[in-house]
Nanobody, 114 residues
Framework: QVQLVESGGGLVQAGGSLRLSCVAS????????MGWYRQAAGNRELVATI??????NYADSVKGRFTISRDNAKNTVYLQMNSLKPEDTAVYYC?????????WGQGTQVTVSS
């Protein structure tokens, strides 16, 4: 089992920045990749992912503004969010996957005011 705990959400004005963190514990050695999804009204959508080898993937809507990084020694993934827009408002979920299953954090609220 893997447990994911997010931190760093909050309220920020448009154009501002936030940094999300997610720490993995438990059987974190089994994790192949980690990342972030978000959910406003409707479906949960991918924001960014990073594999153990460092391969990156971003949603088009965040490219150039968000940066995902990972500290394998600390089993932590980060999401640096710059130039935030009101449409970035959502609950952000940390995500991890192994060869057998997916894992999700409890979510952290990000609210961007105009």
């Amino acid at each position: 089992q893997v447990q994911l705990v997010e931190s760093g959400g909050g309220l920020v004005q448009a154009g501002g920045s936030l940094r999300l963190s997610c720490v993995a514990s438990g059987s974190s050695f089994s994790i192949n990749g980690m990342g972030w999804y978000r959910q406003a009204a409707g479906n949960r959508e991918l924001v960014a992912t990073i594999t153990t080898g460092g391969r990156l993937n971003y949603a088009d809507s965040v490219k150039g503004r968000f940066t995902i990084s990972r500290d394998n020694a600390k089993n932590t993934v980060y999401l640096q969010m710059n130039s935030l827009k009101p449409e970035d408002t959502a609950v952000y979920y940390c995500y991890a996957y192994s060869a057998w299953r997916d894992y999700w954090g409890q979510g952290t609220q990000v609210t961007v005011s105009s």
